[in-house]
Each structure stands twice: as structure tokens, then as C-alpha cells.
């Protein structure tokens, strides 16, 4: 296991270290002093893991395609922009923009997230993309979503604390937003349908959790233990007469 | 036009930073050069500038009048404008050193002055009407001469270059302030020069601005009706004056000033309770044209403290921080921790939620 202290050490650099110590076949590399060091982990084909401990800069692990990163602190913006494989698991709140045009992997965010988490993600056949959110959520959640998974959990946010914010799924067209808690009507884009769960829809949604659980040591049950909300696209072409003449 | 074209392109937007002692403890300036410093990669070295409130106790009575002058016929303009309308204290050099990656600056110079008491009195304004509408007329009649800052026991240190490096400039580490806010500029729509770097000041006011205003033109002629003359080439002259003409000439409260410049939408107020949403559908009304369409996050600073704000869907990132004696905001998270690495509280506001920092004892502005 290698470790790299990257107080004052410019992205670029940074980068190009982490690069070349997986190059030499490295498979773990702990990054000690982390903060605003932007594109850490991204583009990674490798199946290795990074250990972050401080404030990754914007656009972390953009384009991941296997690697493993943990982060022990809080992400900015623009996590996980395009990720098509591997794991990020964070262990504090993040920024706006997580998982942009996501397209596979899975991302753990303990805390909090910003606005537009989730817009453009989307899935095909086996790659289905999953995102699971410990705390709360911004305006735009998975706007324009084609597919792939988001559970918002809301667990632990004070009283008068939205779980999520205005035009949920606005232009939604595809995948699936499970909340932990009630969305009003107002609250979600003109594209979506809300609904309870049925038998299929708990069983998937325990399936997602158990991993989340474990790793930040919830209680399976006692998080399932709560009334959800399913949001699915009343369409999967709401546009599709938009632009015929 | 000064600054080249990059050779690679670069990815970045603005860089906003600020920090306020609460109780009035004054620091010099290398924090906030730190802080903003970090984002460094926001900016394209075509723009840096900070605003610092409290540097100037000697001389708290005074107007602080900084000023760039491209040579020194435009100096000595001013200067007969000045000496006809003010009682100077003190004029002189601001002082600079030199560094490699400034270069030609204009001629800066600051002023410690109060109204002529005779030309005051013909005037019948109140001191500060006097003053704004001195430095309105400096920057739209008088050729290569602008007004950089011109509030009580504040001043405001821009140019062309990376802001680190025009802290360094300007020597800001022998300034102390109570509050310091700073920029990093990516010009998007107008050219990068001295005038154009942020903060943007009239009296007490600054801003320091990420984004661009799509609603400059309606703000623009809403402005001018009221004697503003927006000169500067930017969209962020507007929204200082926005503030100037609510706060100081209308006295609104920051918070219903805040309802006009980032107003909830129509959607948000039809759900609103009756008495909030006749307050609200009254200051839509009256300050439509106050509005600022388009993505921002803003620092207003006066001397009582801050006012931070982002657009009301949030297009421009912002993070507010506290500790102890002291309230930080950055475009980043990573640019507060730099120089306060465990902050008691960490947040980010939603769209159109201001964060109002204040010295202890303030109720508003």
C-alpha cells in the first residue's frame, strides 16, 4: 500500500503520481493532507482504491471505470461526472452535480448532497448505475433521468428539513428514485409518477441497502422500516411528439 | 486590451471568497489570499481583486476614494475635480511592489477626503448622495480615471492577474481587516482590465460576483432612471448599485432586498402563507426590474458585515463555514479549510437563501 501526503501538492502532480504508482502496479493508495486537488481518480480503468482523507476538489472520479475510492470527508462538485464502473463512498456531504450522466457503478454518500444529483444518469441492460444518499437533497434530483437507481434516505435531518427539494425528476424518462418519506406533488416534475412500494420494489430496494448499511453501519431493518415512495416515469418518451410536425 | 489568449484551453469559471471576524477582530490580509489562492484554477489570471473593510482607522471620519488613472493627465483632471469638491487629508500613492506576473498597471492612487462643506451645502445632498454622485460623474465624464472604492475605513485592491498575485501587489499582508472578501476572475462576456476586476464598489458596498447577469439590460435602464451610470463593462457594476439604490436609498432590509434581486418564483409564492405572500407579491411588483436573472453567486460587503447569495436554482456553487469568531464563504469548500481546517459548521445554502454574516451587536445594514 503506498501512501502519497499531498498537502500543498498541485492537482496535476498529484495526478500524475497516482497514475504512475498504478502504472507500477499499486493497488491501494492512501492520499493523506487532501484539499481542493481537482479530477483526483478519474478516468481509472484500474481495479485499485484510493483513500482520500481530506476535501477532493471538483470533478472527482469523473469517467471512473472500476476503481474504488473512499472519501473521509466531504466531496465539492461534480463527483462522479459520466462513471461507468467501480465504487466511490463517501463519508460526508457533497456538492452539487454528483453523478452527471452517470452510466454505471455505484456511489454511497453518507451525509448530504447539493443540487441537480443525479440529472442525465442513465442505464442499459446490466448497467444500472446506483446512487444512495444518507442525508438530503437539493432542487433538480435526478432531472432528465433515463435510468439507473437513486435512493434518498433523509435519515437524521432536523424537523423542518425538506428531504428533497422542488422539480424531482423533472423530464424523468427512465431508472427509479426511491425516497425514504412523502414528496408532494408540487415537489416533482410534470413526468412523474409517485407511488407506494409493492413486494418486487422492497425487495429490490433491500438489495441496494444491505451494502449501504453495512458500510456505514445502519440497521438494515430499522432504515426499510419506514414508509417509502417509488418515483418512475409516467413515460419513456415524454417528448417523443415534441418536435413531430 | 491587456492579457493574452491562453495557449491550452482552460476549463474554470469565477472564485469568490470571503471571511468576517464577527466581533470586529481585525487580520491581515494573507488569509484570504490563501483561501482564494486555492481556487486558483477558477480564474484565468485575467482578473483578481479583494475588498477590505476596517483598514483605515487613522482616518475612519474620511471618505477612502481609490482610483486608477491611466496617465497622469486623467490624474490631474481628478485632481481639480477633487480639490474643487472635497477637503483632502490625505493623497497619495497606494503602495505596490513589484511583481512578475502584474504588469502595467495603471496610475493607483487614494484619497482620504470629506464633502467641501460650502459645495455640500449648495448641493443640499446628505454626504453620501454627495459622494456617489461625485464618483458617478468620475467614471462616466472623466476619461481614463476610475473610481476603485470610495466607502469610510474600507478599500478595494483589483487588477489584471491572478488575485494571489495581486495580493502580493498590493502588499495587502500589512493591511488588517475585519472582513476581507476577494475574487478570481474568468471573464466571460467583457474584456479582462484594471476597472474590470472585481470587487465592484460604490460607498460602503462591494461585491465580488461568479456568473454572468442575463437581466443587465432591464437592470441596467432600471438603474439609470435613478441617476446610476453603469461604466464598467460588466454585469456585476449593476448589481452593487441594485443594492446601493434598496439598502441606502430606499431602506429596505437586507432581507427584503434579498426577495427582490433573487425573488421566489410565481410557483413558490401561490404557496405561500397570505401575509408572506402579499409581501412578497408587492416587492415582485415594485422591484421587478431589480430582479437578476441568470446564474450567481455573490458577496455583498459593507461595514457592518456580509451578505452571500447564489441565484435562486443555484447555478454557481457556494459554501458557508463558521468558527468560533469567524463566518467564512467560498466557492469551495477546500478554500475555507485551507485556512480554517476544522470549522465548527459547514453548509450550503439552498438557491435564493441568503446567509447574512454580521458583526456582534448589528441588526442590519
Known amino acids: 500500500m503506498a501512501v502519497i501526503d499531498a498537502q500543498g501538492v498541485y492537482y496535476r502532480e498529484l495526478n500524475q503520481r497516482i497514475k504512475e504508482l498504478l502504472a507500477r502496479g499499486e493497488r491501494e493508495i492512501t492520499l493523506n493532507n487532501i484539499n481542493g486537488q481537482r479530477y483526483i481518480g478519474d478516468g481509472l480503468t484500474e481495479q485499485a482504491k484510493l483513500i482520500i482523507n481530506g476535501t477532493p476538489g471538483n470533478d472527482l472520479a469523473a469517467f471512473g471505470n472500476g476503481a474504488e475510492l473512499v472519501i473521509n470527508g466531504n466531496g465539492q462538485d461534480g463527483i462522479a461526472n459520466t462513471m461507468n464502473g467501480g465504487q466511490i463512498i463517501i463519508h460526508g456531504s457533497v456538492g452539487d452535480t454528483l453523478g452527471y450522466s452517470m452510466r454505471g457503478g455505484e456511489v454511497y454518500v453518507k451525509g448530504d448532497v447539493g443540487y441537480r444529483v443525479g440529472i442525465h444518469m442513465k442505464g442499459y441492460q446490466d448497467k444500472q448505475p446506483l446512487i444512495i444518499i444518507g442525508g438530503t437533497a437539493g432542487d433538480f434530483f435526478g432531472e432528465y433521468m433515463a435510468g439507473g437507481r437513486m435512493i434518498l434516505l433523509g435519515l437524521d435531518r432536523a424537523e423542518a428539513q425538506d428531504i428533497v427539494g422542488n422539480y ?31 413486494e418486487d420494489d422492497r425487495k429490490e430496494l433491500k438489495g441496494y441497502l444491505s451494502g449501504y448499511c453495512q458500510e456505514f453501519d445502519y440497521d438494515l431493518e430499522e432504515v426499510l422500516n419506514a414508509e417509502f415512495c417509488k418515483l418512475a416515469p409516467c413515460s419513456a418518451r415524454p417528448y417523443g411528439n415534441l418536435y413531430a410536425y | 486590451m ?29 488569509e484570504i489570499i490563501d483561501s482564494i489562492a ?9 482578473g483578481g481583486g479583494f475588498a477590505a473593510y476596517g483598514i483605515y482607522p487613522e482616518f475612519k471620519e474620511q ?32 503602495p505596490t511592489r513589484e511583481v512578475d506576473k502584474v504588469s502595467n498597471p495603471p496610475i ?4 482620504f477626503a470629506t464633502p467641501n462643506e460650502q459645495k455640500l451645502a449648495e448641493s443640499g445632498l446628505a454626504d453620501d448622495e454627495y459622494v456617489a454622485q461625485s464618483v458617478m460623474n468620475i467614471n462616466a465624464n472623466y476619461r481614463g480615471a476610475f473610481v476603485v472604492s470610495s466607502g469610510k475605513n474600507m478599500g478595494v485592491f483589483k487588477g489584471v492577474g491572478y488575485p494571489e498575485d495581486i495580493g502580493e501587489f498590493y502588499k495587502l499582508e500589512e493591511y488588517e481587516a475585519y472582513l476581507w472578501t476577494a475574487h478570481g476572475r474568468f471573464p ?33 435602464r432600471y438603474l439609470e432612471m435613478f441617476g446610476y451610470k453603469c461604466t464598467m463593462q460588466t454585469d456585476t457594476e449593476a448589481i452593487t448599485y ?10 429596505l432590509s437586507l432581507e427584503s432586498a434579498v426577495k427582490a434581486v433573487a425573488a421566489p418564483l410565481w410557483s413558490q409564492i401561490e404557496r405561500m402563507e397570505p401575509k408572506e405572500k402579499k409581501i412578497v407579491t408587492t416587492i415582485r411588483t415594485i422591484y421587478g426590474n431589480a ?24 447555478l454557481r456553487p457556494l459554501v458557508v463555514a463558521e468558527d468560533k469568531e469567524r463566518t467564512y464563504v467560498a466557492s469551495e469548500e477546500s478554500a475555507i479549510r485551507e485556512i480554517c481546517p476544522e470549522p465548527e459548521k459547514v453548509w450550503t445554502p439552498r438557491g435564493g437563501e441568503p446567509v447574512i454574516g454580521l458583526l456582534e451587536g448589528r441588526r442590519g445594514v
Open chain 1, 168 to 198: 424531482v425528476g423533472a423530464g424523468m424518462h427512465g431508472g427509479v428514485i426511491y425516497i425514504r418519506g412523502q414528496v408532494e406533488d408540487y415537489q416533482v416534475g410534470q413526468e412523474v409518477k409517485i407511488s407506494g412500494l409493492d
Open chain 2, 2 to 30: 491587456k492579457g493574452s489568449r491562453a495557449e491550452e484551453k482552460i476549463m474554470s469559471g469565477c472564485a469568490i471568497s470571503g471571511i468576517l471576524n464577527r466581533k470586529g477582530n481585525r487580520f491581515s490580509g494573507e
Open chain 2, 38 to 46: 486555492l481556487m486558483h484554477d477558477r480564474s484565468n489570471g485575467l
Open chain 2, 63 to 94: 471618505y477612502a476614494i481609490h482610483m486608477f488613472y491611466d496617465d497622469l493627465d486623467a490624474k490631474e483632471e481628478v485632481d481639480y475635480f477633487l480639490n474643487r469638491h472635497f477637503n483632502i487629508v490625505v493623497a497619495e500613492k497606494i
Open chain 2, 108 to 111: 493607483i492612487w487614494r484619497y
Open chain 2, 188 to 220: 466571460t462576456n467583457t474584456p479582462g482590465w484594471w476597472g474590470g476586476a472585481h470587487p465592484f464598489t460604490l460607498l460602503d458596498w462591494s461585491i465580488v460576483h461568479n456568473g454572468e447577469i442575463s437581466s443587465y439590460g432591464a437592470n441596467k
Open chain 2, 242 to 251: 441594485l443594492f446601493d439604490l434598496m439598502l441606502r436609498k430606499h431602506k
Open chain 2, 291 to 314: 430582479l437578476l436573472n441568470g446564474p450567481f453567486s455573490i458577496i455583498l460587503g459593507h461595514k457592518d458585515g456580509f451578505l452571500a447569495l447564489n441565484d435562486r436554482i443555484k
